[in-house]
Every structure is written in C-alpha cells, then in structure tokens.
C-alpha cells in the first residue's frame, strides 16, 4: 500500500491543524493505522493510532490531537489542536497489521510509511 500524508504547515502555538494521509488501497484492510514524528536527529516518535475502532496515543499529545478514519475515502486524519512549539516534526502516517498493545507505539512493527509532512509551530 501507498500512503501519502499532507497538510502541513507553519503555525503559531495554539493553533489547529488536520493532516490527511490517503491510502492508495482500502485502508479497512490495513488493521493498524497509525502517525509518527520525528526530529532531525532524534529517532522517529509515536504520536497516535487507530486499530478497529480503538485509538491509542502518546502522553504528550493526549487531549490534543485526535486520529480518525475515512474508509469510503481511504483516508486517515490527525487533527491536532492546541499546538505547542515542541510538536514541530515531520509527521508520518503508516499502516501495518493487527499490532498487539505492546507493538503499536513501535515504529518498526508498521511495514507501510508515507512520505512525511513537515509541521512548524512557533511561539
């Protein structure tokens, strides 16, 4: 499967973005779909995902930022409200099977990655 996020952009802290990551196959067949960033330098961070109606995310976006689905769009959003200058990153959509608890915050368990897009929030 093909992904492909977009929506970035340069924002002040407290504003509102939605990213989109459309998949080039039914994204009901991917279990896991999920969002990652990363900083140059810094290994690539979990941000949030969605497996079969249950959403996980990280601490540091918890209440902030929702992951959601489209399937008849085969699409997958990240909205993220509030921001703060510590989320700046490229953000990256991926998918992968059915992730057990202790997998899904794991990069490296999702087989499928999009390019990435890059969100700057300043102060």
């Known amino acids: 499967v093909q992904l492909q996020a977009s929506g970035g952009g340069l924002m002040q802290a407290g504003g509102s973005l939605r990213l989109p990551c459309v998949a080039s196959e039914r994204i009901g067949s991917r279990p896991t779909m999920a969002w990652f960033r990363q900083d140059p330098g810094k290994e690539r961070e979990f941000v949030a995902a969605l497996r079969s109606g249950t959403t996980f995310y990280a601490e540091s976006v918890k209440g902030r930022f929702t992951i959601s689905k489209d399937n008849a769009k085969n699409t997958v959003f990240l909205q993220m409200n509030s921001l703060k200058p510590e989320d700046t990153a490229v953000y990256y959509c991926?998918?992968?099977?059915?992730?057990?608890?202790?997998?899904?915050?794991?990069?490296?368990?999702?087989?499928?990655w999009g390019q990435g897009t890059q969100v700057t929030v300043s102060s």
């Open positions: 991926a998918a992968g099977g059915t992730l057990i608890n202790t997998t899904i915050r794991n990069a490296a368990a999702y087989p499928y």
